[in-house]
């Protein structure tokens, strides 16, 4: 009886482990931006997306290295919500209003 508790009690907690799972993703891409006020407002745009874990924005390469669970969000999400903030990804540019708000400093060479 003492074996089937135990057998009992480990498949309960490799089901537990399963359900509390998250599939967490690492990628990279580039977001234009010139400067430290811009890495700032690039990662709080990233992180403020349900299901990221971390953001880091890399200034002399602009990219952006963004760790997320997949099953909560996605990279166009996450893209197009660093667009919203005022900065251009390869797929989802800002809009001219919200790019011409930015500090000039923050104000990038648009491709």
Do not use: P
């Amino acid at each position: 009886m003492k074996i089937f508790k135990n057998i009992l009690l480990v498949v309960f907690l490799f089901m537990g482990m399963h359900l509390n799972a998250q599939t967490l993703v690492k990628e990279s891409f580039k977001v234009w931006g010139n400067c430290e006020m811009c890495k700032s407002t690039i990662e709080k745009a990233a992180e403020s997306v349900d299901g990221v874990k971390s953001s880091k924005w890399n200034v002399s390469k602009k990219t952006l290295v963004v760790k997320y669970n997949s099953d909560k969000t996605s990279i166009e999400e996450i893209k197009k919500k660093i667009a919203l903030s005022g900065y251009d990804t390869k797929e989802y540019k800002a809009t001219d209003q919200v790019y011409n708000n930015l500090h000039h400093c923050c104000q990038y060479d648009r491709q």
